[in-house]
């Protein structure tokens, strides 16, 4: 077979046809569909294959997907990524893997960091997922806290860029002040915020983080008040807005 | 007068020696009492001469302050500094100014600059002291925020320091990261948290913040439930520590 | 057949002999397995027959019986009780109906206001349960509140029998501060709170009453930050205690 | 001298006049200003009379009060009320007495308990303003917690007067939801809530209790969380109605 793509029929054939298959679609549900079935990945895997998703799902998807791979004799590795739209683009994606550590080590140099800038190997299938969960709920919560300081900082009359600036020089310099600061600075209330990540993903990662934090009596009160703005924010129509736009639920 | 150091007996005199005097004392009750009284900085200005106070006070101790240095017909500059003890130590502290914007342009150049690395001039006397405050809001509530991520993770059986640095590798890469979650992951619950800045500042901080929200009709829940972590955190004993001792807020 | 009690072998056999049957059990799986099945409930119903579920399940569960029941052409309806354990003994109970109107007011009279005080159709079958979500949502937040106020008022030295007295003179004066305050007055630390609606039931409803909010844009930021002290009252080993328990959240 | 009232000029002369005397006065400045000064109530004091003021104010306005009158050699008690226009209409106010209790026993049966329905005696001046702060933090979050519940009944379609029948009938039926929740109930986002106890007064007690729990280290995320609620409110234009206008604060 010469180098290239080819087109095939099916999820099955594809898999019959490669040594490792990646699979990357939207949502869980897809991610069970592609994987399973008559015509699924796992349908046309033998022992010595591989199969690594990276789409984003929940802990208990990736292990269910890992239970029909494992029906087949394959080996499983769920490679979630962290970083949206931008560091997609630019090669700056980082893969949060779990499940069969050889696979993650026979693909690491040849593939995954050759689409993104880092890998990591973090244990059980379903540790990829959650460790995204917990970046995700840190980083919906710094969203919007740092929409609180820029309403309080329009309140007392300080400038909103003057305040990035700031923000931009000190210990909490990073790029999400950089990228989405501006764009919270100029929106006037019924300006639109372009989803680079969805405003309604983000509620959905804050609502599995603070899922697991009850299951695992870890109470998270900054991580649980941040998530009633996201849905004050969708309450506002902003669902499919960027995640920015949680400023919106701090406008009167 | 030969250039170098000299002991004078008040601060009185050193105003009445200096063309420009800066003072740094640690609280708003110091603050008022060194510019203040027969031996204070306001009795040895004149007009022509100018007051600078690096220390970090509230807005109302800064116009207080310069209602004092206005008698003297002397110009008043409030320049509280963001950051902490490592920044300061490296040249990296950022100037936060209010007041006489003349007596800001002749020292900004030969002295805020010299002495940090950036210096903003932000209006009336009493703005630099609220942009202070908006920034440690915000840092507070993140702070509090990261120490949720940690414990969850800790939950989730995932490694403190992995964690650590996929954050530092993402849109949250910042120096409170790098700084403070080796710390917060080495914690044990009895060891001690060296302060930086110490929490029962933090904390106020974010009481002033609030209370700015407050009077100004902002609502801010996030860094309210932030806030109530770090009462936790002092309930427990943690006040004199670093604010990363908040971490212990969240240990049962 | 003589009026009395008689031993049967299968809730089908018990469908089968009586015009209308009551079910009562403890959660939903055990509602969905007395339902349904070859000895189940359903099975032993005809058309012109009725089921009342008095047992406290979710909508959704209620929905899944109620669709168990309509294959069999009798008619269903989802009964869950307000009150605990002493209403419960003392016919104090309230029913939250809500599926088929015509069986609900076949028994209304001669049997739900036999065993309770009151009774309510709320509508369609699912209403009932999310009627009691929502009253014990409320519960759960104002036993947080009151939680939070005793622990004030000892902070400050005020006596919390006196604070129970002068409570129960107000606007507030209700049965669940005169039941529960004592308890929690004289809690230690360590000593148990014998359970009348269990801790973890408690934080369930939360849980499922957040979900609600969270899926039709509801923000509860008071329910969120009464739903993590649940949490932290259930890491220190409180869930199966009275959910008064929550007491202990607030205690260092 | 005869029975009946009788026009005197100054509240020295009332004083002068009277053993003891009675002062209510709308906020914390008029009760320092009817108290101290050349013709104020401590100028007319002198040993064995009795000063009893009924005022809302805070404990360290209550204080100081205390120390007007005591410089004039009479006895104080601070005597603030719980209960709003309705109760004083109806002879149903509760004293939350402190200060000097040979005072309190002295009037407790002649004046007290004739204006009001209970009074009690707490300890020290400062006391009965502290308990008047207790209950007013649980009776705001209450309300705001109330406010949730209704807004979550209408969002799953529960009808609101059923919702308040069946609190009515539980373990919180109370006076604060026989009064208010019919008025909230018929709130349409524009209809003003007449005031009985303003928002602004409930903001402000929120205020002062997290105040004092954040100086006597117990942390009250409930509480703090029903705060930004008021304030989000007062932004929406509603701190002169009633506090159960907290109820816009949820309204999108």
Redesign the interface.
Known sequence: MEAGAEAVGTAREVAAQADVVFGMVSDPDAALAIAGGPDGVAAGLTSGKGYVDVSTVDAATARAVEALVAASGAAYLEAPV???KG?AENGQL?F?CGGDEALFKSIKDSALDVMG??S?F??ACG?GA??KL??N???G??M???S??M???D?????AA??T???G????????IA?KAPIMATADGTSPYPAAFPLKHQ?KDL?L?L????E??????????????Y??A???GRGEEDFAAVHE??R?
């Open positions: 962290s970083g949206s560091p980082i949060l800038k880092a990591f973090l244990g540790r959650q460790m917990v970046v709920m840190v980083m919560t710094w919007a806290s740092l609180e300081g309403h309080l900082a309140a007392a009359g300080l400038d003057t305040l600036e700031v923000l020089l000190g210990a909490m310099a990073c790029p999400m990228l509620q609502r983080a899922a697991l934090g009850d695992t009596s870890r109470s998270m009160p900054v991580a649980a008040a941040a998530m009633q703005q849905v004050r969708s309450a506002r639920a701090g009167e």
